[in-house]
């Protein structure tokens, strides 16, 4: 019963290649999120997602892609990998909350390493 | 622009000794202040939410207390399984949209027998 799941768990590739991590939580939540973990383990936004509508976008090179099929998903494409991009990459999600916070829950991580 | 600071890094308990985690944060008007725990190789694990200042929250052997500019994480008599990275969060009121949550670095507990 995975409430946000990634895949792959692991990711190993050149530099200059293009790839993909995929995101499916199914809390029935209609905000998505991508964050990035360093190696000295800081989280970082990337970008957010509501009801498949783009509503954060971090600073983020135009490398990086989110794709919202539907809102229990959520994609980052990543182009011309750079050594720089290798982290871990975290998705999360929460269900709106006009008048209050928004608990986000998160996936188990994609590690990718870029050679 | 919302910043969180934890403290202390590192930190090394004996099981059974009690201690604080600190998260000091300023940010333009607060929504909600929220501590995860992190295992490794594993993602944020939530375990508490705080809204306003003097608000407290227990789960076992975790209290979390909140003041206007900072937040404690106590630990009583703590166990080894309770080794974990504790990561502190801020969520701003913003308009417009966006609920973006700003980190800390976390505090990297071990407790040992």
């Known amino acids: 019963d995975t409430a946000v799941s990634q895949t792959p768990k692991y990711l190993v590739t050149q530099m200059g290649n293009d790839k993909s991590i995929k995101c499916e939580q199914n809390l029935g939540h209609d905000t998505m999120y991508w964050y990035k973990q360093d190696s000295k383990k800081f989280l970082k936004i990337m970008f957010s997602?509501?009801?498949?509508?783009?509503?954060i976008n971090e600073t983020v090179p135009n490398r990086f892609s989110p794709k919202s099929p539907d809102k229990a998903h959520l994609n980052l494409h990543i182009n011309s990998l750079e050594l720089g991009d290798s982290a871990v990459y975290f998705c999360a999600s929460s269900q709106s909350n006009p008048s209050g916070s928004q608990t986000q829950y998160f996936g188990p991580g994609t590690r990718l390493l870029v050679l | 622009e919302d910043q969180v600071t934890q403290s202390p890094e590192a930190l090394r308990l004996q099981e059974g000794e009690s201690s604080s985690l600190n998260c000091s944060y300023t940010v333009s008007g607060l929504r909600g202040l929220f501590w995860y725990r992190q295992d490794p190789g594993k993602g944020p694990e939530f375990l508490f939410t705080l809204y306003s200042a003097g608000e407290e929250k227990e789960k076992e052997r975790l209290k979390a207390t909140l003041t206007k500019k900072e937040s404690f994480l106590h630990i009583t008599a703590p166990k080894p399984e309770d080794s974990a990275t504790y990561l502190c969060?801020?969520?701003?009121?913003?308009?417009?949209?966006?609920?973006?949550?700003?980190f800390g670095t976390g505090t990297q507990l071990k407790v040992e027998l």
């Open positions: 969060a801020v969520q701003p009121l913003l308009t417009g949209g966006g609920n973006k949550l700003t």
């Open positions: 997602y509501n009801n498949k509508e783009l509503i």
